[in-house]
């Protein structure tokens, strides 16, 4: 077992530091990450989240058939907490002194996944489950190059990949079942 050295802080140093850089917000001599680079990157996942939220809307207002209620019900609650992502990213984003890009000029080129619509209920749960695994892989890439650089943007982009994990798994859920219970109808 290897002995640790004791926790040693510089309050004196810290309370000047904070004094003297004090508009400089959340950004602290601390911070190692390249500012730049992560709100670009984090830019990208804004507009994956965008595009996310609007292909589950369209998914949820376009489903129809015997088994459609339960799907939408399902498309409508991750439409919701994507848009908590894009919520919570683009405050990250202003944390950093940086600009959140909501602008639609540009948006499915700077978005990880596509926007596809699907003809089915089906073709909609596979079009979402490829956006989820886009967003788990792009996800664990960021949260690898920002590593301990930036301890508060990886956190979030962690809390935010579980939950794309969980929705990947409930479209696998819902293909499953809908196998079980025969094709659906086309959507509208």
């Known amino acids: 077992m290897t002995e640790r050295k004791p926790f040693v802080i510089?309050?004196?140093?810290?309370?000047?530091?904070?004094?003297?850089?004090?508009?400089?917000?959340?950004?602290?001599?601390g911070y190692a990450a390249d500012r730049g680079q992560v709100i670009k990157?984090?830019?990208?996942?804004?507009?994956?989240?965008?595009?996310?939220?609007?292909r589950y809307k369209y998914h949820y207002y376009m489903a129809s058939g015997i088994h459609a209620q339960s799907v939408a019900a399902e498309f409508a609650e991750h439409a919701a907490e994507e848009q908590a992502h894009a919520d919570r990213i683009a405050e990250r984003i202003t944390q950093l002194d940086g600009a959140p890009d909501f602008s639609p000029d540009g948006l499915a080129t700077r978005s990880h996944a596509?926007?596809?619509?699907?003809?089915?209920?089906?073709?909609?749960?596979?079009?979402?489950?490829?956006?989820?695994?886009?967003?788990?892989?792009?996800?664990?890439?960021?949260?690898?190059?920002?590593?301990?650089?930036?301890?508060?943007?990886?956190?979030?982009?962690e809390d935010i990949l579980a939950q794309e994990e969980e929705h990947a798994e409930d479209m696998v859920t819902l293909l499953e079942e809908l196998g079980k219970k025969g094709e659906p109808a086309r959507a509208r």
């Open 10 to 29: 510089d309050m004196k140093t810290i309370r000047e530091r904070a004094r003297k850089h004090i508009a400089d917000g959340a950004i602290t001599a």
């Open 41 to 54: 990157l984090l830019n990208e996942a804004l507009a994956t989240e965008i595009i996310c939220v609007l």
């Open 114 to 157: 596509d926007y596809v619509e699907g003809t089915d209920l089906v073709d909609m749960i596979k079009e979402d489950l490829v956006a989820e695994r886009i967003a788990i892989e792009t996800y664990g890439e960021m949260i690898r190059y920002i590593g301990d650089d930036d301890p508060t943007t990886r956190r979030m982009l």
